[in-house]
């Protein structure tokens, strides 16, 4: 294997404000804190190894893992350290197409990845019914990184979000639509040219189809804040959990801390799918072994999960305290938990495992780089780590229901925080929000 060294020896950028980019202390929620001039600040762990001075070498996890679940095509490059060669990332790693269909359009386009980075992440619900076609994005991210390029923000958004869809002629909807936020894809990806509403067209799940769902969604996201949020998006990527699974089992699990009490609704305690919803078990009129007996029981504590369960565990939200709200919170630690398995060095040196990964790529993602070239992106993310993650909740991790329907708002603070990424604050937004940092153990 042919590879060469970084010997990039630049001092690492610093902030607006002189502080060197790596250098953000936060609020250990779990007892301790660091602080800064009097101001505590939200968790942030600095990788392990790096007790100070020159930072410990790390193994280079293949392109497509990181940018695919923190970024949508395949996995950051960590920093430092001995590189595989271009020829072999394009060789070994790349899909097919990571330009997939039409271009993003020109007045939300992210025209330079040298500075701010705001990527869609969009994750497609399996339909319930065989043969339906029909898929809205049930998992919206919006993965943010500062023109620092020193830390990933995830933010999701619930499915329910209550949004002013913009007409879209282009596939029947003729007039603005108030719905929820998932529906803004479903809208995108219908067939196009003159005919009915977009109701009574069919599915079109091509990558161009695919790119008219996220050039909505993206739309549906500027609209959440009044008066219109203005950002510019600079790729996207859209997950197919099935395909999903596969990358799971690619890895073997993943290591993951289960944060609450619950049973499973899609499995019974043998780890065998039921086919059928498990509600017994569930904080329901019908008790534990019920009708349909209960699911698969996880408990609290941190553990080694099978594929099936890693992914079962993410797609719960009956049964938890704050429903889709920790959901969201679960997806976000299983993207962060294959980062981390994808990066390690047991993998990176199995080629077996490297072999299963790339062959589930082809069923995992359809992504759109915004026209930036691959390797523009493998130098422009090459410092970051799984550990510079960080999980926002939205909301707090609180309900905002709409009184009269079952869809939720946005409270005051969570607009704050779109701003806040509008305007490369959101450093200190979480600095007087610290609880809004999700943990994964």
């Avoid at 898929?135 to 209550?162: E, G, K, W």
């Avoid at 609450?260 to 017994?280: K, M």
């Avoid at 309900?399 to 604050?425: H, W, Y």
Wanted: with cysteine.
């Amino acid at each position: 294997m042919s590879s060469y060294v970084d010997r990039d020896v630049r001092p690492r950028s610093r902030s607006s404000d002189g502080r060197p980019s790596r250098d953000r202390s936060y609020e250990d929620r779990s007892g301790g804190s660091r602080s800064n001039g009097g101001r505590s600040y939200p968790p942030r762990r600095r990788p392990s190894g790096q007790a100070g001075g020159k930072p410990s070498r790390k193994p280079k996890a293949p392109l497509w893992a990181t940018l695919t679940v923190v970024l949508g095509t395949m996995v950051l490059l960590a920093s430092g350290g001995i590189v595989v060669g271009p020829p072999l990332i394009e060789r070994l790693f790349l899909p097919t197409d990571i330009n997939a269909g039409a271009p993003i359009p020109e007045d939300i386009r992210g025209k330079d990845i040298s500075g701010a980075i705001n990527f869609l992440l969009l994750g497609m619900d399996n339909p319930d019914t065989p043969g339906q076609t029909d898929r809205r994005a049930d998992s919206i991210v919006l993965v943010h990184i500062p023109p620092t390029h020193d830390v990933v923000y995830m933010i999701s958004f619930p499915r329910d979000t209550q949004v002013t869809i913009p007409a879209y002629p282009t596939t029947g909807l003729t007039d603005d639509w108030t719905s929820k936020i998932n529906s803004a894809f479903f809208v995108g990806t219908r067939v196009t040219g003159p005919g009915p509403s977009v109701w009574d067209r069919e599915s079109d799940l091509s990558p161009e189809g695919r790119a008219r769902g996220a050039e909505v969604t993206m739309r549906a996201i500027n609209n959440l804040v009044p008066g219109g949020l203005g950002l510019e998006f600079h790729g996207w990527a859209t997950i197919d959990f099935i395909g999903f699974e596969k990358v799971v089992e690619a890895l073997g699990g993943v290591h993951m801390c289960v944060d609450s009490d619950f049973y499973s609704i899609h499995y019974y305690p043998d780890g065998t799918f039921s086919g059928i919803p498990l509600w017994g078990g569930l904080n329901t009129s019908e008790p534990a072994g019920g009708r349909y007996g209960s699911g698969y029981h996880y408990t609290v504590g941190c553990r080694d999960l099978e594929p099936w369960q890693a992914l079962d565990y993410s797609r719960q939200r009956y049964g938890l305290p704050n429903s889709d709200y920790d959901r969201q919170r679960h997806q976000q630690q299983l993207l962060k938990a294959i980062v981390k398995k994808v990066a390690s060095t047991d993998t990176l040196t199995n080629i077996n495992t490297i072999n299963k990964l790339r062959e589930a790529a082809g069923d995992l993602l359809t992504m759109n780089l915004g026209g930036h070239e691959l390797l523009d992106w493998v130098w422009t993310l090459k410092s970051l780590r799984a550990d510079d993650i960080v999980m926002i909740r939205t909301n707090g991790g609180t309900f905002c229901d709409i009184p009269g329907t079952s869809n939720q708002c946005l409270t005051d603070d969570m607009l704050d925080l779109l701003r806040a990424v509008k305007n490369e604050t959101v450093f200190e937004f979480l600095t007087t929000h610290p609880d809004w940092v999700a943990k994964d153990q």
